[in-house]
């Protein structure tokens, strides 16, 4: 298994303090085989609090920052600490140069999504992966969500009967928290950094379909920052929305199958229902696990570098991809027709 090690406790440093910097950090104060012992961030005053408090759930303590070094270069965290891994949460324009960097001094990387704004920035971060034979995991969440992987089962497996239609919704405002996300040339836009995920859990979960067609707006960004697309596949047709052009978040499907609907995030408590055909109401789905996806991605990724998983879930080739889709739903927007997809 490329780059596999074992050990007590993977060392980790962060770099990117900021939001899902945080969020990684909680996720990662529940897993004893981790310890994060060095924190980067280029904003000296993100790394002044003495505690951070997530608003997720984890099994460990509270991270107090006091008790790892911290670093405004991520270059000097680099040469200074014994790392194991990094976990980067950065403005998508320098994913690649920072992926790179750290995969060149020997660590294996967790990256956050989108994996790069260019599709040639992705093939270095593959290269330097397979040059330097460390594990190399783009932060495409939804793969790991529990109510998205029930979906993915009952359509491999045609729990009701094949998969029908399927309508995917992520929108949400403009960044209150961080300038850089509407900043299109830093960040893509809405169109590559939230209606990418989406796009990536449905070829991820359907493979590539036929063909594709979208429309969008663009927005303060510069970029497409509210976009439909129609994915046409043999017996299937998928509609993925996304757009910064609305005031709350909300993530949210309806799957339609031969014999049943199943639906997630569209009613008061949100929670994962199916509809049988026969049935006279919805019921609740029960999960097979109380864990998130930040929690449950980052838990494979450390897996993966010891050695206990092999990384066939979220492939650095396969997240590429997904910024080739996007890439080509934005050249359909802008020619205004149908792009066929060619395998």
Known sequence: MQGAIKMEKLKVGICGYGGLGRVHVGSMMGMEDVEIVAVCDNNPKKLESKEVKINIETNGPVFDIRNCRTYLDFRKMLK??????????????????????????????????????KVRECDKMIKARDDNKVQLQIGQCLRFWPEYEIL?????????????????IRIGGYSAWAEWFNDGKISGGAILDLHL????????????????????????????????????????????????????????????????????????????????????????????????????????????????????????????KSVELVMLENKSIEKRKWMKIVT
């Open 80 to 117: 200074k600490e014994k790392l194991d891994a990094v976990v980067t949460a950065l403005p998508t324009n320098i994913h690649a140069e920072y992926a790179v960097m750290a995969m060149k001094e020997g660590l294996h990387v967790f990256s956050e999504k989108p994996m790069a704004l």
């Open 197 to 320: 995920h989406d796009v990536d859990w449905v070829q991820h979960a359907l493979g590539l379909p036929k063909a594709l067609v979208a429309s969008g707006l663009k927005g303060i960004t510069g970029e497409v920052d509210d976009v439909t697309a129609i994915w046409q596949y043999e017996d299937c047709i998928v509609s993925i929305r996304g757009s910064w052009m609305y005031q709350t978040f909300s993530m949210s499907f309806q799957a339609f199958f031969e014999n049943a609907a199943m639906d997630f995030g569209i009613h008061p408590d949100t929670a994962l229902r199916v509809k049988v055909k026969g049935e006279k109401e919805f019921r609740k789905v029960d999960l097979p696990t109380k864990e998130n996806g930040y929690y449950r991605e980052l838990k494979y990724f450390f897996d993966s570098i010891k050695g206990k998983e092999k990384n066939t879930v979220c492939t650095a080739e396969s997240t590429k």
């Open 152 to 168: 993915k089962k009952a359509a491999e497996e045609k729990t009701y009967g094949p998969l029908k239609a399927l309508t995917m």
